[in-house]
């Protein structure tokens, strides 16, 4: 059960950042510009990205800067002094449902298919049983289908056709 709750929240923060006013940020002592995306029908701020509206079912989360003030002993993310900047983002105001999931990988891995309770449609179920690799080759794939610039890159390219197999560590 933890399995599928990961995966939930997995495909859904993927999801929010697939279609995120951009790609970068995040990483650490760079700025971006506050860019806070507009509602209806602006542009998604990414870098290259073509899109000029947003789609139904997204919020605006405003970024913002942190510094971090303690640090775990041998990460590489939580280091004291650290500073870390958030785009502002556009999030899903809901999980990825089985038939958004199918709707761009055309197969739904959910096991999830029993009972819907009265007036509830299967289709409008979160999806489930997702890998984290499969979380990244459905938000690139849906940034791809909606003309924005996919956030994820596996071995330089973004395009989840020519990545193959999943990757696996060495």
């Not at 950042?17 to 995040?26: E, F, V, Y």
């Not at 990414?46 to 800067?65: D, E, L, R, Y």
């Not at 096991?111 to 890998?131: D, I």
Request: with cysteine; net charge negative; aromatic share 8%.
């Amino acid at each position: 059960m933890k399995k599928i709750r990961m995966a939930f929240f997995a495909l859904a923060t993927l999801a929010l950042l697939a279609t995120s006013t951009g790609c970068g940020g995040g990483g650490g002592g760079g700025s971006d510009d506050d860019d806070t995306p507009s509602s209806g029908s602006g542009s998604s701020g990414g870098s290259g990205s073509t899109t000029t509206s947003i789609p139904a079912g997204f919020v605006a989360v405003p970024g913002a800067t942190f510094t971090g003030e303690t640090a775990i002993t041998g990460s590489r993310v939580f280091i004291a002094g650290r500073t870390v900047t958030i785009p502002s983002l556009w999030v899903c105001d809901h999980e990825v449902t089985q038939a958004e999931y199918k709707s761009v990988m055309k197969s739904n891995p959910s096991c999830f298919s029993w009972a819907p309770a009265n007036g509830e449609t299967q289709a409008n179920r979160p999806v489930e049983q997702v890998s984290w690799y499969d979380a990244l080759v459905y938000c690139n794939k849906r940034s791809i289908a909606e003309g924005r610039t996919p956030c994820y890159k596996i071995g330089g390219k973004d395009n989840p056709s020519e990545w193959g197999a999943v990757p696996e560590d060495p």
